[in-house]
């Protein structure tokens, strides 16, 4: 007793190892050994217990291998494991399952598959401990196949809730064809004794949620009789997944949970994919009753900055970020990704820079985001900068796609092609990135040609949009009529892109046609009614304007907003005819104002700018204002008259028409270039709306006046500004 109670007083103060010599008389026998040895595994002092292993050489036993084994597991030292492995008595090695299950775990943990296979292969009376490692480590090293073949060569009356478990997750993982048969054949032949596991119910949600089968896993889900915060998280995840996000509200807020890390970040994640008015303030009340302690958990932290920022809360999510201690690559991630959704790319390029000052090197996913950011700002010089700084990452298909993209959108459409060309098997998001960003440039003939290269069973419904619109924008109607006669399925989207491009072309009869042929056998679509209103407001066709919005308006009452942008352009027409009164009665019976603000990026001496309309925050405010009035001025002395028609709201007091066009966005940005010394010979710009056709008319004298290339993306495509007075879309924007 006194002996026990020096061992024991001493492993807890970490004595043990440095004790005198003498004391390791102590263990007199193999028990006291073993005894020590499990105490210590208990604790985590995995390297004492190795230590013990070495010391004690004549008091080893089965055991004393077995323990010394799941110490060199835990701490993935391989060669310590190897070399137990071959201190183990051949006698050991061929009868004690025990050992035999402690070294599949041990090559298991770590992936030396082949080996654990070798041990396994020797058993000839194979266990259910032996066969629950074997599954395990297939699992573990993503081997599922391997799990769910060797599930089928269990004996029957071996397999246990374990066992069934395993199975499970296995099938979870995989989820083709063949698992998921597996998985519901022994759901349906499952004894009804194992249903009393709670732990085997929840993995059967989680896989039935996987396979799609929300009904079945609602199913157990009810018939379960001792759920736990866990049931709940499984069951809300596999709502989320298969998109039905409302229902994992309703399962929330019908449950007085007590809320864990686990389920704060579920919550979270559930609210940021839903992003209406209900999970918006259901994400505000959580986070104030949240308890502090969790903002200690960077995890949670991560998400509940996803949740705010698609919810547009930026600065909160900014706030919150600033908490963190030590920010992960993962929050940095996430902060970075809000900013680019949240049409703020330029706060990515200064997170970047701060992450580079902190020392932290990105990844793939950080990288997407950044590639991201810099095609949203279309800057040429911040996309050849950043590309420069990421060269260092493996370019795999995923990179490639997203710089094909970002050079289409920068306007450099040969180095996207020459990235496209260096890619030997291309797939659906490839070919996809490659015609639309001709179609950006105006190039829409060779957009048909990478369209008639790609395998007719990699397109669908984005190449087919993408093609369609590289044609509508470019004024190709006849080429878009075959390619969308020759669509084998049409979708919603499509037909909408079809109705899009006829009305563009002025060709309403044909945009109307398609319209009521898609009618017969489905709901209206308030979009197609949208592209075909754009198009009227366009050709200034005030009756068919007008006959839209009535229909618009009868057709979608609760869409509020997109009646909104229906009345300006119906204002518009008005406008565009010179009917001011009634553009402004149109405009007075707007419904709310929630109208996008138009933003406009610019680069000067490496710095991105971001303008929105009649911004003034800018130092050099004054001077930018001051190069508009004498811009203006020029465009007058050449015969420029502004077009009112493009104003989208009533005039406020001291404005006039001319003040109101010259603040928008673009403008304001070419106003900055152009007050650089020397002036550059070349400007470009991105919007993130359309450019307005004021603005497009206005640019195309200034680069002629200015003798200045201006480059400008906007929403659907870019315009090259020429110094002749020419645009490169000819007018088809």
Request: glycine share 4%.
């Amino acid at each position: 007793m006194i002996l026990n109670n020096i061992r024991l007083c001493l492993i807890r103060y970490r004595y043990l190892l440095s004790i005198d010599r003498k004391y390791l008389k102590i263990f007199s026998t193999p028990i006291q050994l073993n005894l020590t040895m499990k105490n210590l595994i208990i604790s985590r002092k995995y390297k004492e217990v190795l230590d013990l292993f070495d010391q004690q050489i004549s008091l080893r036993t089965d055991i004393t291998f077995n323990l010394a084994l799941k110490a060199a597991t835990k701490l993935l030292n391989c060669n310590r494991g190897i070399h137990i492995h071959q201190q183990v008595p051949s006698e050991l090695l061929l009868e004690n399952s025990f050992i035999q299950t402690s070294l599949i775990n041990f090559y298991m943990e770590c992936h030396l598959i082949d080996d654990a296979n070798r041990i396994f292969s020797t058993i000839k009376k194979k266990n259910i401990f032996l066969y629950t490692a074997m599954l395990k480590g297939y699992i573990n090293n993503n081997l599922t196949e391997k799990a769910i073949e060797l599930f089928e060569e269990i004996p029957k009356d071996e397999v246990d809730e374990i066992i069934i478990t395993l199975l499970f997750n296995a099938c979870t993982k995989l989820s083709n064809d063949y698992s998921i048969k597996i998985g519901k054949d022994v759901l349906n032949q499952l004894p009804k004794s194992f249903l009393r596991d709670q732990q085997l119910i929840d993995t059967i949600i989680q896989m039935l949620m996987k396979f799609g089968d929300v009904k079945d896993a609602e199913f157990y889900f009810e018939k379960s009789p001792n759920k736990t915060i866990i049931t709940y998280a499984v069951m809300m995840q596999g709502y989320a997944k298969n998109n039905f996000f409302e229902k994992a509200l309703d399962l929330f807020e019908e449950n007085s949970l007590k809320l864990d890390a686990i389920m704060y970040i579920i919550i979270y994640n559930i609210c940021a994919s839903l992003s209406n008015q209900r999970s918006i303030q259901l994400g505000k009340t959580i986070i104030d009753k949240m308890p502090k302690e969790f903002l200690n958990d960077t995890n949670v932290v991560t998400s509940l900055m996803h949740m705010l920022m698609n919810f547009g809360q930026v600065e909160k999510a900014e706030s919150f970020f600033k908490q963190i201690k030590n920010p992960t690559l993962y929050a940095y991630g996430v902060l970075m990704n809000g900013y680019k959704n949240n049409d703020q790319p330029e706060k990515c390029l200064l997170l970047f820079e701060e992450m580079k000052k902190q020392n932290i090197i990105i990844d793939e996913p950080t990288a997407l985001a950044l590639i991201g950011a810099c095609s949203q700002i279309g800057i040429h010089s911040i996309s050849q900068n950043i590309a420069q700084q990421i060269s260092h990452l493996k370019v795999n298909l995923r990179l490639k796609t997203s710089l094909i993209n970002m050079w289409s959108k920068s306007g450099d459409i040969h180095r996207a092609k020459e990235i496209f060309q260096s890619i030997h098997q291309g797939d659906t998001l490839v070919y996809g990135s490659m015609i639309n960003g001709y179609g950006l440039n105006g190039m829409s003939y060779e957009a048909i040609d990478i369209y008639e290269q790609m395998p007719e069973n990699m397109k669908n419904e984005m190449t087919h949009i993408c093609i369609l619109n590289a044609c509508s924008h470019s004024g190709l109607v006849n080429q878009a009529q075959i390619i969308f006669n020759k669509i084998p399925i049409k979708t919603t989207n499509i037909i909408t892109t079809m109705v899009d491009c006829y009305s563009r072309m002025g060709l309403f009869d044909e945009a109307q046609e398609i319209i009521m042929n898609y009618e017969k056998s489905n709901p209206p679509y308030l979009i197609m009614y949208m592209a075909m209103l754009s198009g009227a407001r366009n050709h200034r066709q005030i009756d068919l304007s007008k006959k839209l919005y009535e229909q618009m308006k009868n057709l979608f009452p609760n869409q509020k907003s997109d009646l909104i942008a229906a009345s300006i352009l119906l204002s518009n027409t008005y406008s565009s005819l010179g009917e001011d009164q009634q553009a402004k009665q149109v405009r007075i019976k707007q419904i709310g104002k929630n109208i996008k603000i138009g933003l406009s990026w610019t680069e000067v001496n490496g710095e991105v700018m971001c303008f929105k309309a009649h911004d003034r925050s800018h130092p050099q405010s004054n001077e930018i204002y001051a190069e508009l009035e004498h811009l203006s001025n020029q465009l007058k002395e050449n015969g420029y008259e502004y077009d009112s028609s493009w104003i989208t709201r009533p005039l406020k007091h001291g404005e006039t028409y001319e003040s109101v066009l010259c603040g928008h966005s673009e403008k304001l940005a070419i106003a900055f270039d152009l007050i650089q010394k020397p002036q550059p010979s070349l400007i470009q710009i991105t919007k993130n709306l359309r450019i307005c056709g004021d603005c497009h008319r206005a640019t195309k004298m200034i680069a002629k006046i200015r003798q200045c290339t201006i480059i400008v993306r906007d929403a659907n495509r870019i315009h090259h500004f020429h110094t002749n007075g020419q645009c490169s879309c000819q007018d088809y924007f």
